[in-house]
């Protein structure tokens, strides 16, 4: 094949063979395909768009990369996926807790991508969390613990660790193609008994809107049950952070918050349920367990799944005493501000993609693919739609690394929120 009149055909939005198409999908891995190549195909591709069955010949090629995991364990394997949002650690919270209910979480994540917040990146920020392992260590760690949540490895899907990359610099991240693609072919290689995919829709998701975030569902369960996947779907609320905090550290807080019952976020705590009985409904293994929300909820809120979630973190390299010591070892920025408002009345709308910009601009998430992070920068406190606020209401607390990152951050905030003299109805969290 030839690579740029494939490229070429694809901008002229004609139809490729889908054996070209598997053909290219392997090709990423290596050093056939340049990285201007790849960055022209995914412009093309964010233009004109693919069939479904070139999406579906797109992912097992990037599936068939590396090496795929085969599984011999005495539950099921199972997984879930977010498409992206602010304040959105939902992640962190569902694996321990699916494990901590007998089954096994391979969980591959990825890192922050345009203003949305990564799963590593908020790992990381936990002292000595190392994403990166071999294959063999991340077998050991989910047979022993029953979750291990990993960075791509070279070996399982590298392409996409290449078409992620480019995306995040080139403008093309919302592309329903590249987002299917990139999300099931790690998932695909992974080996799962099922999959529960949290497509967000509102003014914090990749895809704002709701018809388009339907359209990236029916897109990703289709490709993904197609390839031989069980796979389900939620389209949950962006239109404001699902937790009070934005930034790699400051979720971590919220999450164990959460898990050890000391600060519980309920829109956090609501989504992980639906989204973990949505993905065990139908698995027999769990047929007599009752209630399925019941048992998610419950397996969060009696301790099990902190637990889970403590064990996976000493196995990956970080504090062996994590679930008592977490307040003290996470990082803390060295400038805290809260930001007040001239508005009396109620949270009308939040910009919420702005809110990931002002993270990004502290530093907690990355302009360019090799920037730096600062874990402990970023916003908590954050008000939501319907609060009532004061001039002597915080509306949110900075976390800066310098009083002119925070004066200039605290002006950012501002501009997000809108409000009213009547109390609007909060959005709901699950549209469909």
Not at 282 to 290: D, L, R, V
């Amino acid at each position: 094949m030839n690579v740029g009149v494939f490229i070429g055909a694809i901008r002229s939005g004609q139809e490729v063979s889908p054996e070209q198409m598997y053909e290219f999908g392997t090709s990423l891995a290596g050093s056939r395909v340049s990285d201007a190549q790849l960055g022209a195909f995914a412009m093309a591709v964010c233009m004109n768009g693919l069939s479904i069955e070139a999406r579906v010949e797109l992912t097992k090629g990037m599936r068939d990369s590396g090496e795929s995991l085969k599984w011999n364990l005495p539950g099921p394997v199972l997984d879930k996926h977010s498409t992206g949002g602010v304040g959105d650690p939902v992640s962190l919270l569902l694996a321990p807790a699916l494990a901590s209910c007998g089954a096994f979480v391979p969980m591959v994540s990825g890192r922050g991508l345009g203003h949305t917040g990564g799963t590593l990146d908020k790992l990381e920020a936990i002292p000595g969390y190392v994403s990166q392992i071999s294959n063999s260590r991340f077998r050991s760690i989910v047979k022993a613990v029953g979750c291990a949540i990993v960075g791509a490895s070279n070996s399982i899907a590298p392409s996409d660790k290449r078409l992620y990359a480019i995306r995040d610099v080139t403008s093309t991240v919302d592309s329903i193609d590249l987002i299917t693609a990139s999300i099931l072919s790690k998932k695909l290689a992974v080996g799962l008994d099922g999959l529960v995919l949290d497509i967000k829709t509102g003014s914090g998701a990749v895809i704002k809107d709701l018809e388009k975030s339907i359209l990236l569902a029916d897109s990703l369960v289709e490709v993904a049950n197609g390839a031989g996947c069980p796979t389900v779907a939620l389209i949950t609320d962006m239109s404001q952070p699902l937790t009070s905090s934005a930034g790699n550290a400051l979720e971590i807080r919220s999450v164990m918050g959460t898990l050890d019952g000391s600060e519980t976020n309920p829109r956090l705590l609501e989504v992980t349920v639906a989204l973990g009985a949505k993905l065990i409904n139908e698995n027999a293994f769990f047929k007599s367990s009752g209630n399925k929300e019941d048992l998610i909820r419950r397996a969060i809120l009696s301790g099990r799944a902190m637990e889970s979630f403590s064990k996976m973190v000493a196995e990956m390299g970080g504090p062996k005493d994590f679930a008592e010591s977490w307040k003290n070892k996470l990082p803390e920025a060295s400038v805290v501000r809260e930001v007040f408002t001239k508005h009396e009345g109620y949270i009308e709308a939040i910009n919420t993609e702005k809110l990931g910009q002002v993270v990004l601009f502290l530093g907690g998430g990355r302009l360019k693919e090799n920037d730096k992070i600062d874990p402990a920068v970023g916003l908590s406190t954050l008000v939501s739609i319907g609060d009532k606020v004061d001039k002597n209401t915080p509306i949110a607390t900075i976390h800066a690394s310098s009083e002119n990152s925070a004066e200039e951050a605290a002006n950012r905030v501002s501009e997000a929120y809108s409000f009213s003299f009547a109390a609007p109805t909060p959005p709901s969290l699950i549209y469909k």
